[in-house]
């Protein structure tokens, strides 16, 4: 029995550790609540395309003559008609166009959605990172502080005049990196918390953070970048989409404006006559229609016309101010990104050299028993500049993931 149950730990652990960031996309596009709601408007979207590209429905009349009307043959004492209007040639494509590329729209907006949503799931997932790591930081650096605690001590208990004064120093910065670190503690399970209703989850559930961050590059210049968005964004082909609705909308207000064209049939139903015999006495007739609507009323055309026509021109003002804001976003992400870098190369420098001081005034230090005081702000820098290095390393790869959403 024990050896089952370590077994099936083990195999629950395998299944946890292989819980990659790509699996918690997988998860969170299967089960995200905004993102479902996008499709669903989609999915609604396409059965308007049936809807308009039907025929109207045909017209059924029934007539009874209360007084029957005379005929040679005998008296009509019913009528039945039936009776299906066409609309002008191309007109029904003419609106399966319209809805069809409203369809299309609506699915790129899902698709920005699902992108948005990624990209929000990318972003927490290294903000946790960052936070998992800070914490490891603060771990050691509270280890490190307690051999200066116990240097400290030794001065303090050999004599050294400032020892006593090192020490409460030492237990006042290791009290503040406590707190630190509880702080972080708190914001990372906030964190999880928010990852997991993305992910449209139970807020407890486990999430297993890599040891080891990459760090993402990216390997476009910024022009090609700016082409791939203006051609491969999501929004921008909706609007496009958008635009070539209204442009079918004009030539369905168009095609409205032209005559109808109805065909049916007539079935009248004819006693026979009691008072004469004569040639198809009582015999039902039928009579084949045909009908046509003129659209004297040009009005109500014209401005359907119209709307169709300032709306895409609206939409291509729209398309143009939407570009002009993805140009913008991407310069400003292009800094962050490129500002990251240069933040990672200094700190790594900085590290080096605030560790090759350190160790020159530890060694003073513990010959003189002076300098406690620059001991712990160099401390303090390496503290700073390794959380600082984290930092960049997250802003990094979130300036990469927020640029990669954009197409």
């Not at 708190?186 to 297993?208: C, G, M, S």
């Not at 953070?209 to 203006?230: A, F, G, R, Y």
């Not at 004297?296 to 169709?308: L, S």
């Not at 702000?377 to 930092?391: E, V």
């Amino acid at each position: 029995m024990k050896n089952l149950i370590v077994i099936l730990f083990l195999l629950f652990g395998v299944f946890l550790n292989a819980q990659t960031l790509d699996d918690y996309l997988k998860i969170a596009a299967e089960n995200n609540p905004s993102l479902k709601a996008k499709f669903k408007a989609y999915e609604a979207s396409l059965e308007k395309v049936n809807q308009v590209g039907s025929l109207p429905n045909p017209t059924l009349d029934f007539g009874y003559f209360i007084s029957p009307i005379e005929t040679r043959i005998g008296p009509q004492q019913a009528k039945i008609g039936i009776m299906q209007m066409f609309p002008w040639m191309g007109t029904l494509n003419a609106k399966e166009e319209v809805y069809a590329n409203i369809s299309k729209s609506k699915y790129e907006l899902f698709e920005a959605q699902k992108e948005q949503l990624f990209y929000q799931i990318k972003r927490v997932w290294y903000e946790m990172y960052e936070l998992k790591q800070s914490i490891t930081i603060v771990e050691a650096n509270l280890k490190i502080l307690a051999s200066f605690e116990s240097l400290a001590t030794q001065k303090f208990e050999t004599g050294t005049k400032t020892g006593m004064v090192d020490v409460l120093r030492i237990q006042m910065e290791i009290a503040e990196l406590k707190n630190k670190k509880l702080l972080l503690e708190d914001k990372l399970k906030v964190k999880k918390i928010a990852f997991n209703n993305l992910l449209n989850r139970e807020t407890r559930e486990q999430i297993l953070l890599p040891e080891q961050q990459e760090v993402l590059s990216i390997i476009e210049t910024k022009e090609t970048l700016n082409d791939n968005i203006n051609s491969l964004n999501n929004e921008l082909k909706s609007l496009n989409l958008q635009k070539e609705a209204f442009k079918s909308s004009e030539i369905v207000a168009k095609k409205q404006g032209l005559p109808m064209i109805g065909i049916g049939l007539s079935y009248f139903l004819v006693n026979e006559r009691t008072d004469m015999i004569v040639p198809d006495n009582g015999k039902d007739a039928f009579m084949p229609m045909v009908s046509l609507t003129i659209p004297i009323y040009r009005k109500k055309y014209k401005a359907q016309k119209k709307e169709a026509i300032f709306k895409g021109e609206s939409v291509g003002f729209q398309i143009e101010n939407k570009q002009n804001q993805l140009n913008t976003a991407l310069e400003m992400h292009w800094v962050n990104y490129a500002d990251a870098g240069r933040r990672i190369i200094l700190y790594n420098e900085q590290n080096v050299k605030a560790k090759q001081a350190l160790e020159i005034i530890v060694s003073s230090y513990t010959n003189s028993g002076k300098d406690f005081e620059e001991i712990l702000r160099i401390q303090r820098m390496m503290l700073n500049y390794d959380l600082q290095l984290i930092q960049a390393t997250k802003d990094k790869n979130v300036a990469v993931v927020k640029i990669e959403s954009m197409y």
